[in-house]
C-alpha cells in the first residue's frame, strides 16, 4: 500500500517561514520541500473553531469539525460523564475511546449522527475489508487519540505524549515502524509541540521564535535524511501541518469586572469559554456580557453557523468569545494566543505535501482543514469514515 507521514508542529502560522527568513534564517528543508511539493496560497489553511490544539488535531485526523467529532476544546464537560482534560495529563486519557467518539454512548439531548473514524482506524479498517496481502498498520507517535479504540480497531503501534523524548528520538521511532520487518506500518503521525510552546510565551513576531522555526526546519532535514537512509524517500507522501497559529495578545476583558464567579462554571481556557451558569443565572450572565466590549457572548442556539459548533452536548449554554487578540486571562506572563475566529489569518496554519500522490511546485487555493481527512484517504487509496470534508 502507499505510505503516509503526517507531521504536526504544534501552532505553526502559515506565514512564519517568510518571517523567519525576514528575520535573516534560513530554512532550506521546509524550502526544498515546498519547490518539489504542494502547498497552500497565502493566508494558509482554513482550521476549524475552536482553533485551539486538540479539537483541530482530531479535525485533521478525522476530518469532522470539533463540534461534530465532540473533542470541542482542550478541556470541556461532558454533562453526563464528567470533564475531560487532557493538556496535562495525556496520560490518562490519549487512549480513553468515550472521549474520540464524540460521547457515542450518549443519553444527552444531542445524539451524534455519526462516530469519528481516526485516519489511523480508516487505514487499518480497510484492510479488514479488502482481506489483501498487504498489511495496512499505522503508527501513531504522541498524536492525541492515538491510543484510543474505535470501530474496534487500535492502531498498531503507539505512543503517548511525552515532551521528556527528544524530537529526534520521536522520529527514529517512527521511521522504525517503517522499515519493522514482520510487520511494518504504511501511515505514520507524529505530533511535535513547538513553535506552539514559545509562540505563547514569546508572542508571534519574536525574532527568537524564528530562530526556533530555523531549527524546527533543520529537525525536517533530519527526518528527510532518515528517509533517504531507510530507501523510503521515494515513495514516501510526506505532510506536514499544524493545528492553529498564533496572535499577539493586545488586551484584556476581566471576568470579575463583570460577573460574579459563583454564578457558573467555566471550562476551556481564553480566548473560549465554555460557561455552564447555575440554575437561574444564563438570562442575568448573558444580558450583562452582551454589553461588554471587546468580546461576543452566544446562546448555544446562536453560536454562528459557521463555526459547526452547536449539536453537541459537550457545549455549553453559553459561550464567551474574545475578539482578535484580547484575552480572558488577568494576569498572564504569556504575549500569544490562539483560539480565536477560525477565519481570522493569524489563526491559520502552514501545510506543506511532498511525494509521489502531490504535485511539484504547486499552490492550491484555500482550503478546510477538514478536507485534509479525504485527501489522506485518497492517497492511502483507502475509503473514509464520516467526515464534513
Ligand atoms: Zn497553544
Known amino acids: 500500500p502507499s505510505k503516509l507521514i503526517l507531521i504536526s508542529f504544534d501552532g505553526f502560522r502559515w506565514d512564519y517561514l517568510d518571517m523567519a527568513h525576514k528575520y535573516g534564517f534560513e530554512t532550506p528543508n521546509f524550502d526544498a520541500l515546498l519547490a518539489n511539493g504542494s502547498t497552500v496560497a497565502p493566508g494558509g ?116 505524549f511525552n515532551n521528556s523524548v527528544r524530537n529526534e528520538s520521536r522520529f527514529d521511532e517512527l521511521v522504525a515502524w517503517f522499515v519493522d520487518e514482520a510487520a511494518p506500518i504504511n501511515l505514520g503521525l507524529l505530533y511535535i509541540n513547538e513553535p506552539d510552546l514559545h509562540g505563547h510565551k514569546w508572542g508571534p513576531t519574536s525574532p ?13 532535514g533530519y527526518l528527510l535524511r532518515l528517509l533517504i537512509k531507510n530507501n523510503l524517500y521515494d515513495d514516501m507522501n510526506l505532510i506536514i501541518t499544524s493545528d492553529h497559529g498564533m496572535a499577539n495578545i493586545t488586551s484584556r476583558v476581566i471576568l470579575e469586572e463583570h460577573l460574579d464567579l459563583s454564578t457558573y462554571e467555566s471550562y476551556g481556557s481564553s480566548p473560549v ?80 505535501a511532498h511525494g509521489p500522490a502531490f504535485r511539484r511546485n504547486h499552490v492550491s487555493p484555500q482550503f478546510n482543514n477538514v478536507d485534509i481527512y479525504p485527501m489522506m484517504c485518497k492517497v492511502l487509496g483507502i475509503e473514509p469514515g464520516p467526515n464534513d470534508g
Not at 527568537?208 to 525536517?220: G, I, P, R, T
Request: charged share 15%; glycine share 8%; with cysteine.
Open 45 to 160: 489553511v482554513m482550521n476549524s473553531f475552536p482553533t485551539k490544539t486538540l479539537p483541530n488535531h482530531y479535525t485533521i485526523a478525522t476530518g469532522m469539525y470539533p463540534g461534530n467529532h465532540g473533542v470541542v476544546h482542550n478541556q470541556y464537560l461532558d454533562p453526563d460523564d464528567g470533564v475531560f482534560f487532557l493538556e496535562d495529563d495525556n496520560q490518562t486519557l490519549a487512549n480513553v475511546s468515550f472521549w474520540w467518539n464524540n460521547g457515542t454512548f450518549d443519553k444527552g439531548p444531542y445524539l451524534p449522527e455519526f462516530v469519528p473514524m481516526p485516519i489511523w482506524i480508516a487505514n487499518q479498517l480497510n484492510q479488514k475489508n479488502q482481506e489483501s496481502r498487504n498489511a495496512r498498520r499505522s503508527g501513531v507517535m504522541m498524536w492525541p487519540g492515538g491510543g484510543a479504540p474505535l470501530y474496534g480497531e487500535v492502531s498498531h503501534v503507539w505512543r503517548y
Open 208 to 220: 527568537k521564535l524564528m530562530k526556533l522555526v530555523s531549527e524546527l526546519d533543520a529537525l525536517v
Open 273 to 352: 469559554l465554555l460557561i455552564w451558569p447555575h440554575e437561574g443565572f444564563e438570562d442575568a450572565i448573558y444580558t450583562k456580557m452582551s454589553k461588554v466590549p471587546n468580546m461576543s457572548v452566544y446562546r448555544k442556539a446562536d453560536i454562528p453557523a459557521e463555526y459547526h459548533y452547536t449539536f453537541n452536548r459537550r457545549i455549553s449554554p453559553l459561550l464567551f468569545v474574545a475578539d482578535p487578540g484580547v484575552s480572558f486571562c488577568r494576569t498572564q506572563a504569556n504575549l500569544g494566543n490562539h483560539g480565536y475566529n477560525n477565519s481570522w489569518n493569524d489563526m491559520h496554519p502552514f501545510f506543506v
